[in-house]
């Protein structure tokens, strides 16, 4: 039968050779790695408000301390190694993210521009994890109607939008993020006027019937307007 405060079980976990302690710093530092890994791989939107590699130190922290806090065979000594090891590590990458940019770029990633002069940059968009949906979301809960609105929008690091407007004199007809319009979306035009694709947001003026975006390359359209944004 167990009994508390039982020492070694208390330090060590149970009847451990005092070389586990090793054993516990390689864990520690494989399993972090994992974790930045992982969560850098998940995409900025994650991870939002947090940067990747604070969301690292997060869980692995908060992992070793809830083990032994539960755990009567987790032994206190291992999880303060376990707090050592990656306080060691959080200073480490720090200090690296400080001397290369190329390593902060990979493990924190870069500010990317997902609009540029009212059209998405589709490869960067493609390549982030971010659906269109929920993309558009963002910009409707900043009061923005339609991309030409828009002169430029980063995704940032931290897996926020930051948006750039047009002034109102340059404000140009683009293609619409309101629900009601975008979902009127159709391969066919069916008025002369004004269209954005519905894909890139590219817009010019297109004749009634079928058409190629000449940007992306897709053919589904949606009527431009071209509204002043009210903040």
Known sequence: MKEIFEWDRLTMGGELPG???LEVVFRATVMFIVLLITLRVAGKRG???????ETVIIIALGSAAGDPMFYHDVGL?????????????????????????????LVEGKTVCLINDGKF???????ESLAQDEFFSELRQKSIEHLGQVKYAFLEPSGEVSVYF???????????LIP?????????????G?????????????????AKCRVCGKEEWVKSIGTLRIS
């Open 19 to 21: 070389e586990f302690i």
């Open 47 to 53: 991870v939002r408000q947090l940067s990747v590699f």
């Open 121 to 127: 940059s589709v490869t960067k968009f493609n390549k």
């Open 77 to 105: 000594f291992p999880a303060i190694v376990v707090f050592t090891v990656v306080i060691l590590l959080y200073r480490f990458v720090t200090w690296l993210t400080g001397v290369s940019k190329t390593f902060e770029n």
């Open 166 to 176: 047009y002034p109102d004199e340059e404000v140009r007809p683009g293609l619409p």
């Open 180 to 192: 009601l319009l975008y979902e009127l979306k159709s391969k066919e035009i069916t008025e002369d």
């Open 194 to 210: 004004l269209h954005s694709c519905a894909n890139c947001g590219h817009t010019e003026r297109l004749s009634a019937g079928r």
